[in-house]
């Protein structure tokens, strides 16, 4: 190989390393908004006001892969002031975060974990109980999954999580396991809704909303905050308790 191509070489795997693997601020920013957006109501729903570092943040970028290490300040319940580190991962798609884990101090805000579904029978066929079976949610119990005319109507049973918003935000998070891991944007739209065991006994529904099909796309194609999911959905109810 000759010094000029040593140096086309070195040249192109520097490119290679610029683009793909040195983080920007389009990605920095919008990792960094995700994340402060999460932990903000996950602290303000304790009664907690947070500070967030001034110049203590650290990012890594691996593709569309990011992540953000920084930490926050807030005084506790006995007016300790606290300084928990905060690590957040997340892909980054035309300015857009949608992060995937967030980490405050040893609590985790958000872990995602999406099952592989196995949803053929030994026929090749698929029946509607098999595939409730396969398709697991995020967070909670899939009730029941009805398909018809192109919409699929969803009903889960989820656990009240942390905060208000927390649990509000398990059933959006639910939406994007259902696109990513199981293919639902191929329905025209998407009704979901979700009920839990009160503290009375009783079970009642929590929320519901319909997720349209441009906006089931969207998430395919990760150019949609998960979070935010609520600013995008139609109909949308949520229980007096978690508003």
């Not at 957006?37 to 990012?59: L, Q």
């Not at 009903?155 to 959006?172: D, E, G, L, W």
């Not at 609520?230 to 109909?235: A, I, K, L, P, Q």
Request: proline share 3%.
């Amino acid at each position: 190989m000759t010094l000029e191509q040593l140096n086309q070489l070195k040249a192109a795997i520097d490119d290679e390393i610029r683009i793909n693997h040195t983080p920007d601020n389009v990605g920095k920013e919008a990792i960094l908004d995700a994340t402060k957006d999460i932990v903000e109501k996950a602290f303000a729903d304790r009664g907690i006001t947070v500070s967030w570092a001034w110049v203590d943040y650290k990012y890594t970028k691996d593709w569309d892969s990011y992540t953000l290490a920084t930490h926050i300040d807030y005084y506790d319940a006995s007016s300790t002031k606290v300084k928990p580190d905060v690590y957040a991962e997340g892909n980054v798609v035309d300015g857009i975060c949608n992060l995937t884990f967030v980490q405050v101090g040893d609590e985790v805000l958000l872990s995602p974990s999406f099952p592989v579904p196995n949803t053929t029978t030994g026929t090749g066929e698929t029946t509607e109980s098999q595939q409730e079976e396969a398709i697991s949610l995020q967070y909670g119990e899939l009730l029941s999954l009805h398909e018809q005319d192109g919409i699929a109507v969803v009903k889960a049973k989820i656990a009240p999580s942390f905060s208000n918003s927390a649990t509000v935000s398990q059933n959006y998070y639910n939406i994007e396991a259902l696109v990513k891991k199981h293919g639902f944007d191929k329905y025209d739209e998407v009704q979901y809704w979700a009920v839990a065991d009160m503290t009375d006994g009783s079970e009642q529904k929590l929320i519901s909303f319909t997720v349209p099909h441009d906006v089931l796309t969207k998430i395919a194609a990760g150019k949609l905050a998960i979070n935010q999911l609520g600013s995008y959905v139609t109909d949308l109810w949520v229980h007096q308790s978690l508003r």
